[in-house]
């Protein structure tokens, strides 16, 4: 591709991502109210709670709760999906066996589903 000659004008660009930095810092406790699956756990405990930034991507090995589909339960990270706007998701890892297992059966419960196993 050619150049053209002249006098050049440089633009900057300047992208806000407050948006992105905010999501980054949610925790399950500023979408409470947005997820049935999550109405039953206790507010201090979903403080403690960080959601998947948007825009990570969802890692091979670890485990994840889509709290926008609590029909796919938990389901493993496979490094090429990521965290869509407005998608909220929770990784196994930030949560606590105790704390997993309840989120678990809670999506279990918002989809009217019987528990493989007993809770914990």
């Not at 992105?20 to 979408?31: F, S």
Request: hydrophobic letters at 35%.
């Amino acid at each position: 591709m050619k150049v053209p000659s002249g006098p050049t004008r440089k633009w900057e660009i300047v992208m806000d991502d407050a948006r992105e930095r905010e999501a980054a810092t949610l925790t399950a406790a500023d979408v409470k109210n947005e997820h049935r699956v999550l109405r039953d756990i206790a507010e201090d405990e979903l403080r403690e709670l960080p959601l998947v930034p948007v825009g990570a991507f969802l890692e091979r090995g670890e485990w994840y709760l889509d709290l926008h589909n609590p029909a796919r339960g938990e389901f493993p990270g496979n490094s090429r999906e990521h965290v869509r706007p407005g998608q909220r998701v929770i990784a196994r890892s930030s949560a606590s066996r105790d704390l997993w297992r309840r989120l678990v059966d809670a999506c279990d419960d918002v989809l009217g589903r019987r528990r493989s196993s007993p809770a914990a």
